[in-house]
C-alpha cells in the first residue's frame, strides 16, 4: 500500500470484502489488483488502460501500463471486470448488477442500463434474432450520445 494519504480513500486494501471477492476468484490480494478495483468501483465508471494509468498516477501510485493491462485481462478472465469494446480503446468496468451499455459510435463514451430498464426489449431482440446477452449478461447498443449529436 502507497503510503500517499490521497490513495487511502481509493485503496481497497483495507477492505475485507475486496479481499474477500479476490479470494473468492482464486486471486491473491495484491495492491494492484485492490487499487484497480477502487478506481473501477463507482457506478458507471468504464476506464481504458491509458485512463486507469492516468488516474492510479494521479493517485500516487504510478504503475507500467503493461502491469494495469495484465492486472485487467486477469480480473476479466475471473469476471470480476468486464470489458467494453468500441471505437478506440477497450475500456473495462466492475461487474455488479447485471446491465446493458450503450456505446457512442464518434466518442466512445460509454454508459451502463440497468437490465432491467431493457428486459422486455432483450427478449424481443431474442425473439427475433435468437440473439441474448453474453454471459456478462450485457448487450452493446451502439449510436451516438447527446454531445455528439447526429451530425456526420
Given at each position: 500500500?502507497?503510503?500517499?494519504p ?18 473468492r ?14 478506481l473501477l ?75 432491467a430498464?431493457?428486459?422486455e ?32
Amino acid at each position: 500500500m502507497s503510503g500517499n494519504p490521497q490513495l487511502a480513500h481509493h485503496d481497497l486494501t483495507a477492505r475485507p470484502d475486496a479481499r474477500l471477492l479476490l479470494r473468492r476468484h482464486g486471486l491473491r490480494c495484491t495492491p494492484g489488483r485492490l487499487n484497480i478495483l477502487s478506481l473501477l468501483s463507482a457506478p458507471e465508471l468504464h476506464l481504458s488502460i491509458t485512463e486507469a494509468c492516468e488516474r492510479l498516477v494521479h493517485i500516487g501510485d504510478v504503475v507500467h501500463p503493461t502491469t494495469v493491462y495484465r492486472t485487467l485481462e486477469v480480473l476479466t478472465e475471473t469476471g470480476l471486470t468486464h470489458a467494453v469494446h468500441g471505437p478506440g480503446a477497450t475500456r473495462y468496468g466492475i461487474t455488479g448488477e447485471p446491465h446493458h451499455h450503450t456505446v457512442c459510435q464518434r466518442c466512445g463514451h460509454i454508459s451502463a442500463l440497468a437490465s432491467a430498464h431493457l428486459t422486455e426489449a432483450v427478449g424481443r431482440i431474442e425473439e427475433l434474432t435468437g440473439l441474448r446477452p453474453d454471459t456478462s449478461g450485457s448487450l452493446l447498443v451502439y449510436g451516438r450520445c447527446a454531445d455528439c449529436g447526429d451530425d456526420l
